[in-house]
């Protein structure tokens, strides 16, 4: 049995004329439309041109956590919406499809942190009193967190 197989596949090998002057496709998949997908699969096509074949998987939600909700007919942020100062790749991407930043106030007037069935954090429109419901709830934790994210940006920028 084995050794049939083996003539099937010698004959079918001798018979199938591999063209040499088109080199095949790698064919890649990608699992996820978050953003690290769709970057990812830009960045292939941008760098390796027709000589790749993409496709995703799980696709049905574009953009992943990166999305916007609508509560009576206003558009609320429900991902991520900040893009930090030493984020080279969504800086580009920003500028490469002619994306509009969009200036907020470096104290927003209102947080809110929820986990579905309760509120965990709120600040008020203050920013002192903020400043103090922050380090109350988290203590030097969000210093730390700014320190800690802008060595680690900085490090990958490199």
Not at 101 to 117: A, C, E, F, Q, R
């Amino acid at each position: 049995m084995i050794v049939r197989v083996g003539y099937i596949l010698l004959i079918i090998c001798i018979f199938v004329q591999c063209d040499q002057d088109q080199p095949a496709k790698t064919h890649i998949a990608i699992v996820g439309a978050g953003i690290g997908g769709i970057s990812t699969a830009y960045w292939l096509k941008y760098y390796l041109n027709d000589s790749v074949a993409i496709t995703i998987y799980e696709s049905d939600q574009v953009g992943g956590r990166l999305k916007t909700i609508d509560i009576d007919g206003n558009e609320y942020e429900a991902g991520g919406s900040i893009i930090h100062d030493k984020n080279l790749y969504m800086k580009r991407f920003t500028k490469e499809f002619g994306l509009k930043k969009l200036n907020v106030p470096s104290t927003l007037p209102y947080i809110m942190t929820n986990d579905g069935s309760q509120t965990l954090f709120s600040t008020l429109s203050r920013y002192i009193p903020n400043i103090f419901l922050i380090l109350w709830r988290y203590g030097f934790d969000a210093v730390h967190l700014r320190f800690w994210l802008d060595k680690k940006l900085s490090n990958f920028a490199r």
